[in-house]
């Protein structure tokens, strides 16, 4: 399978992620959701928050597991809380690009009408407890050394020994976090939003994950929304330029 293959990309159209999709179906209680949360960090998307092992900022000859505010489809709480008119403007092309979406994907604009409201608003919930841009740069404020036992403690509706041992980090010392309150809000919100609205939460992140790399129907909605409408960009790059930069990203440093 190659991404220059444009012909097959447009006869699968969304089905190479079908198969994620069913498993969110699959999921009965928070315990399957965790597991799958877990399982998509390892291959796509990052739902709920961000995660990743990097050097401890305050002892360089350690990797340790990070956890970082996240989980949004936009790009931070602004966008989600402000009330000037651009920012109502934005969630409202936001609100149409999940309807887009799912139709796209899944044949399915009832369901993105349904659904986008709840989607925004639980990733409102999260804007709400984020970091603003401003505090994100304080190097102190974000770095919040936790054992995984606090971490159970603190989040007793996601156990973070699971969520550990499910994305392959073993022995694990400490973990570094940047928002405390993000992810006590996280916890809250596990148990007060419906497991039905968490499933369709993660369904979009598969899609939305998934988008600019399958057909170009979603390919277009995912630059129309990301590069068009945020960022301004006149022109979508060439599919070579595309495939190139995210063997580069997904390569790292050789």
């Known amino acids: 399978y190659t991404g220059m293959d444009s012909l097959k990309r447009e006869k699968e159209g969304s089905t190479p992620m079908i198969s994620d999709i069913n498993q969110v179906n699959s999921i009965t209680n928070l315990v399957d959701l965790q597991k799958l949360v877990a399982t998509m960090h390892m291959n796509i998307g990052a739902p709920l928050f961000n995660f990743y092992a990097y050097s401890d900022p305050k002892n360089s000859e350690s990797v340790v597991p990070q956890a970082m505010q996240g989980g949004l489809g936009m790009p931070d709480k602004d966008y989600y809380l402000k009330d000037d008119?651009?920012?109502?403007?934005?969630?409202?092309?936001?609100?149409q690009f999940i309807i887009n979406c799912f139709e796209n994907a899944l044949g399915d604009k009832a369901r993105g009408v349904k659904m986008s409201d709840k989607i925004?608003?639980?990733?409102?919930?999260?804007?709400?407890?984020?970091?603003?841009?401003v505090e994100r740069r304080d190097p102190e404020k974000t770095y919040n050394k936790m054992t995984v036992a606090q971490m159970d403690e603190m989040m007793p509706n996601f156990k973070w020994s699971t969520f550990l041992k499910e994305v392959n980090?073993?022995?694990?010392e400490y973990m570094?976090?940047?928002?405390?309150k993000f992810f006590k809000q996280l916890n809250s919100m596990l148990t007060e939003v419906s497991l039905e609205d968490w499933k369709e939460y993660l369904t979009w992140n598969i899609i939305r994950s998934g988008a600019p790399y399958l057909n170009y129907a979603l390919v277009n909605e995912s630059y129309?929304?990301?590069?068009?409408?945020?960022?301004?960009?006149?022109?979508?790059?060439p599919r070579w330029k595309i495939v190139l930069q995210t063997v580069d990203g997904n390569l790292g440093q050789l």
């Open 224 to 237: 129309v929304f990301y590069q068009q409408t945020l960022q301004g960009t006149k022109e979508m790059k």
């Open 169 to 172: 980090a073993q022995n694990v």
């Open 120 to 133: 925004i608003n639980i990733e409102t919930q999260m804007a709400r407890a984020s970091l603003s841009r």
């Open 176 to 180: 570094i976090i940047d928002n405390p």
């Open 85 to 95: 008119d651009k920012s109502k403007m934005l969630r409202e092309k936001y609100k």
